[in-house]
T-cell receptor, first 113, second 115 residues
């Protein structure tokens, strides 16, 4: 079935370090791919998305490129801040499944000053 | 614009008791979702509504879970009787339309602890 696999956390980085969170997917069709973020005490919110192969989603300094050949959508940021500490979820959505999201298990990021 | 509202934020019950969660989506959003998020896991879809009709309830444990969206606006999710494994955060999300390519707006969730 359709699924998303993320690298396990927690990930602990120092401020200004480079961030990569790996995400791979399995899908029967051509999914749209998403990164959602959950800050402490807040609800899930969309961080970025890509709807077709080779698209790059970006927001708040984060980027992810839809790689069909490797079925991946890795999240990257060049210089993390303490305020980026949160749980990050990779997800996919298939058009013929009504827009519902299938999530990975989440990766907790902790950024130390 | 007001976000997705959920209540209660926290609930503690004994096993075999019942509980209900309420969700009010963003005004005008036709599609409403209930997700279950167990600690350390990603959210899992329980049920999806389009207006007041059910689109997908294939993952809803229908022997104990029920959900309704009678007027196509707010929704309730009920668990009766609760089991220990139902301890989780119940997330409500809404979207302007079914085909909105996974762009969902989530509430803060209702955290359930079953003792």
């Amino acid at each position: 079935g359709d699924s998303v696999t993320q690298m396990e956390g927690p990930v602990t980085l120092s401020e200004e370090a480079f961030l990569t969170i790996n995400c791979t997917y399995t899908a029967t069709g051509y999914p749209s791919l998403f990164w959602y973020v959950q800050y402490p005490g807040e609800g899930l919110q969309l961080l970025l998305k890509a709807t077709k192969a080779d698209d790059k989603g970006s927001n708040k300094g984060f980027e992810a490129t839809y790689r069909k050949e490797t079925t991946s959508f890795h999240l990257e940021k060049g210089s993390v801040q303490v305020s980026d500490s949160a749980v990050y979820f990779c997800a996919l959505s298939l058009y013929n499944q009504g827009g519902k999201l299938i999530f990975g298990q989440g990766t907790e990021l902790s950024v130390k000053p | 614009e007001a976000g997705v509202a959920q209540s209660p934020r926290y609930k503690i019950i004994e096993k075999r008791q019942s509980v209900a969660f309420w969700c009010n989506p963003i005004s005008g959003h036709a599609t409403l979702y209930w997700y279950q998020q167990i600690l350390g896991q990603g959210p899992k879809l329980l049920i999806q509504f389009q207006n007041n009709g059910v689109v997908d309830d294939s993952q809803l444990p229908k022997d104990r879970f029920s959900a309704e969206r009678l007027k196509g606006v707010d929704s309730t999710l009920k668990i009766q009787p609760a089991k220990l494994e139902d301890s989780a955060v119940y997330l409500c999300a809404s979207s302007p339309r079914q085909s909105n390519a996974g762009e969902l707006f989530f509430g803060e969730g209702s955290r359930l602890t079953v003792l």
